[in-house]
């Protein structure tokens, strides 16, 4: 069952829809499983409309999540198909907070949110980003997203973060006072606003060299179970070698073991990918790229 445990009476064919809308992304149809996925998220709506327990409004709710992490995830895939890199950031950040969210309110276990939990983590530390802005303010209040009452005050009945009648309590920042602070840091709670989005940066062939994997049909976007970045250091053939205590060639004044001795060695970045079709998996997949200031080698193998 690829599906949630919600809604089976309201949404029989969810379960037949959720495996509709997975296979569209694992073959890359990625419009037609947004398309999927946007009309069975309007269908929920209808049946939140008309419900009248909480307990179905609710479901609702999470149901609708559900189908919100499979638009994150088509979209993130066609972006980076697209080499829209850091548009798929945005929407990987969009899928994962959407398995925050399942994560909260959803406890049965589910074959599709470990799954993708375990993918978009991984695959979430193949970037190269790791500066981000942040912004302090100063408000007057927090407003309730359902009462519109100060949610900080007794007047307001609501609970941050907790579901009512299938509307979960939001708090909106209002009127702000001044700016407290502009920072660059590492762990931020928005991970969208990365310091310089470079859609040109070299560790981004490694997700070249993947589609080129789509490609050649050895993989494909629902097949990848887990990525791991494995940093290596090896001699750099087209170095400019000297003896240790000569004069650096570069000019600096440094001899050349307190220089550029320091580039006899490029870094590579290795992919390596789990391969298996949800859980099962086959064999991995080793994807290598040679890192350096001025140069890029990459190759792909495979593992059996």
Not at 219 to 230: D, F, G, M, T
């Amino acid at each position: 069952m690829y599906g949630l445990r919600l809604l089976e009476n309201e949404l029989p064919e969810s379960q037949i829809i959720t495996q509709q809308i997975l296979k569209l992304i694992s073959s890359r149809k990625y419009d037609d499983a947004l398309k999927l996925a946007k009309e069975t998220q309007a269908a929920i709506n209808g049946i939140k409309a008309d419900a009248v327990e909480d307990s179905v409004k609710n479901n609702c709710f999470i149901y609708f999540g559900f189908f919100e992490l499979l638009s994150s995830l088509a979209s993130y895939w066609k972006c980076i198909e697209a080499e829209k890199y850091h548009d798929s950031w945005c929407n990987l950040q969009d899928a994962l907070d959407c398995l925050r969210q399942l994560k909260r309110f959803y406890k049965e276990s589910s074959i599709t949110l470990t799954f993708l939990a375990r993918q978009l983590i991984s695959v979430e530390k193949a970037y190269p980003y790791k500066h981000f802005s942040s912004c302090g303010f100063i408000l007057e209040k927090f407003e309730c997203s359902i009462c519109s009452k100060n949610m900080d005050s007794d007047e307001c009945p609501h609970i941050k973060g907790e579901l009512y009648s299938g509307v979960m309590a939001l708090a909106i920042a209002r009127k702000i006072k001044s700016i407290d602070h502009l920072a660059i840091v590492t762990n931020p709670k928005n991970k969208r606003l990365v310091l310089i989005p470079d859609d040109n940066h070299q560790q981004f062939d490694l997700f070249r060299k993947l589609i080129g994997e789509f490609n050649s049909k050895k993989c494909s976007p629902l097949s990848i179970a887990r990525v791991n970045l494995i940093e290596s250091h090896r001699p750099d053939p087209d170095h400019k070698r000297a003896p240790r205590n000569a004069p650096c060639y570069c000019g600096s004044g440094k001899k050349y073991k307190s220089c550029c001795i320091k580039s006899e060695r490029i870094t590579h970045i290795h992919m390596n990918i789990s391969i298996g079709p949800l859980f099962n998996i086959a064999h991995p997949l080793l994807i290598s790229s040679g890192i350096s200031k001025s140069k890029l080698h990459t190759h792909s193998v495979f593992k059996e």
